[in-house]
């Protein structure tokens, strides 16, 4: 069911904006629809210009990003699970290709990340932290963040916070950060 109709925004580059609202107000459906996740018609919806759903190299060049659900999967009667493989968190890192090291080396100590960490048997605050290193490996001219620190520590969360904002004013990256958290 559409509820938005004729809704406009446009963020300088640079930008930091909160998508703030309690629970179940549609800030993740928002987002997806943002980043490309949730097909709509190609005229709806545009980001740095182009339709996020259909230009698919807007995701994988890295220009747009999209850090929210954590990595889960169905496992039959169990339900949603997190993620887990045999891997290290340093293989994952370091296998990505193309990343500049000096930007890797500092989200690997902004994050706290053990690069031998094995993915089987971190907390969900552990895997989480790899997963947001996974997702800002590739610098990004626009940055959605769906509830992204809930899993981290109150200083985690402020590290992790402070990175995003040198990034806009650094880069002119922007960043739309939705919550409904504001403590901290």
């Known amino acids: 069911k559409q509820v938005l109709f004729n809704v406009n925004f446009e963020l300088p580059a640079g930008a930091k904006a909160g998508l703030l609202g309690p629970s179940g107000t549609g800030k993740t459906t928002l987002l997806q629809v943002l980043a490309g996740k949730t ?37 039959g009667s169990a339900g949603s699970v997190a993620l887990a493989g045999d891997i290290s968190a340093g293989k994952m890192i370091f296998g990505v290709e193309g990343i500049d090291k000096n930007r890797r080396a500092d989200l690997i100590e902004i ?7 094995n993915m089987m048997r971190v ?3 552990q895997r989480r932290r790899v ?4 997702g800002l490996l590739k610098p990004f001219k626009v940055l959605l ?7 981290l520590d109150i200083l985690g969360r402020l ?9 806009c004013e650094q880069r002119g990256a922007t960043v ?8 901290g």
Request: glycine share 6%; aromatic share 10%; with cysteine.
């Open 159 to 167: 590290d992790l916070l402070n990175f995003l904002k040198e990034e």
């Open 39 to 75: 097909m709509v018609p190609v005229e709806d919806v545009r980001v740095i210009g182009r339709p996020p759903f259909h230009d698919t190299d807007l995701t994988c060049s890295g220009d747009l990003g999209y850090l929210g659900a954590q990595w889960r999967r169905n496992v």
């Open 111 to 117: 994050l706290d990340i053990d690069v031998d960490w």
């Open 123 to 125: 907390s969900d605050g």
């Open 145 to 151: 963040c769906d509830e992204i620190t809930v899993d």
């Open 176 to 183: 739309v950060y939705a919550t409904h958290i504001f403590d």
């Open 131 to 134: 997963q947001i290193c996974m």
